[in-house]
C-alpha cells in the first residue's frame, strides 16, 4: 500500500512541477514580448515627436495601455 502511496505522491508532483515550470516560460516570455514592444512603440512614438503615455497593469508581465500623443 505504501508503495503505491509514493507512486501517486510522486506522479502529482511531477505534474505540479511541470504546471508551475510552463507557466513560468508563459510569464517569461509574454513579460520580454511586452517588453520589446514597449520599446518600439515608445521608439517609434519619440521619432514622430510625440509624448508617450505608457500604464503598465501588472508589473510582472508588463501588461499595458500605450498612447503617443502628438502635439
Known amino acids: ?25 508563459l510569464t517569461f516570455s509574454a513579460s520580454a514580448f511586452n517588453n520589446k514592444e514597449i520599446e518600439l512603440l ?3 512614438c ?9 500604464i503598465l497593469h501588472n508589473p510582472l508581465t508588463h ?4 498612447s503617443c500623443n502628438k502635439n
Open 1 to 25: 500500500m505504501t508503495l503505491m502511496k509514493n507512486k501517486h505522491v510522486a506522479g502529482i508532483s511531477i505534474i505540479f512541477a511541470t504546471i508551475l515550470l510552463v507557466s513560468s516560460l
Open 42 to 44: 515608445t521608439t517609434k
Open 46 to 54: 519619440y521619432e514622430t515627436n510625440g509624448e508617450v503615455e505608457l
Open 63 to 66: 501588461s499595458y495601455s500605450f
